[in-house]
């Protein structure tokens, strides 16, 4: 089955690039995305990014995607206290539903 | 933009008593939505599938008699938790797929439940 992995915290100082990391196993998925999630809120679409793509970059953030090694990541520069929250990427694979991993906890220190 | 509206956002019910969630998208029509369940400090889990018209299709685990979905409109799709229990307490998220393109979610704010 569909399965999406990342890791559950992610600790930086204010000012510092965060970089948080995700893998996923279904091969069709059509589109990746970012949702930001902070506390006892809904998610937020931050950014997607279709499969056929390497990279995109919007303001402060960057995605890359390698298809071949199914590793998804999200680059955030300039990382600032207002970013503190929790970071899910999703694929849509043969199901064509979102599968979510289970959440990366960003903390950004003074 | 795309805008979900979720009510109640937070609701504390005693043991036995059933509880209505709505889910609404305000300024675009959705034939499907999608249903929610967030344990602390966890991923989502995806409960249902809403659509417009239809059954919901609910995935496995999930009891139907336990969360009744109703999708009666374009904008409108409500979970309703019967008989609740402590142990339905929880964070219910709705979405709903706001454009053709990408199969991008907007959620609801969600709706904080506690069962005492």
């Known amino acids: 089955g569909e399965d999406v992995e990342q890791s559950l915290f992610l600790s930086v100082r204010e000012g510092d690039s965060s970089v948080i990391n995700c893998t996923y196993t279904?091969?069709?998925?059509?589109?990746l995305y970012w949702y930001k999630q902070e506390p006892g809120a809904g998610l937020q679409l931050l950014t997607y990014?279709?499969?056929?793509?390497d990279m995109k970059q919007d303001q402060r953030l960057t995605v890359l995607l390698n298809k071949k090694d199914k590793h998804l990541s999200l680059r955030i520069a300039d990382t600032q206290t207002g970013d503190s929250a929790i970071y899910f990427c999703?694929?849509?694979?043969?199901?064509?539903?979102?599968?979510f991993g289970s959440g990366t906890q960003l903390t950004v220190l003074p | 933009g795309a805008v979900v509206s979720q009510h109640p956002s937070w609701v504390i019910c005693k043991s036995g008593t059933s509880v209505k969630i709505e889910c609404r998208s305000l300024?675009?029509?959705?034939?499907?939505m999608f249903w929610y369940r967030q344990f602390p400090k966890q991923s989502l889990m995806l409960m249902a599938t809403?659509?417009?018209?239809?059954?919901?299709?609910?995935e496995q685990g999930v009891e139907k008699d336990k969360f009744l979905i109703n999708h009666a409109s374009l904008t409108l799709s409500t979970l309703t938790v019967t008989s609740a229990h402590p142990e339905d307490s929880s964070f219910y998220i709705c979405?709903?797929?706001?454009?053709?393109?990408?199969?991008?979610?907007?959620f609801g704010a969600g709706s904080r439940l506690t069962v005492l």
């Open positions: 979405s709903a797929k706001s454009y053709s393109g990408a199969n991008v979610l907007t």
């Open positions: 279904d091969s069709s998925s059509t589109y």
């Open positions: 990014i279709f499969s056929n793509m």
């Open positions: 999703a694929e849509d694979g043969s199901a064509r539903q979102l599968t």
């Open positions: 300024d675009f029509q959705a034939t499907t």
């Open positions: 809403s659509n417009e018209g239809s059954k919901a299709t609910y």
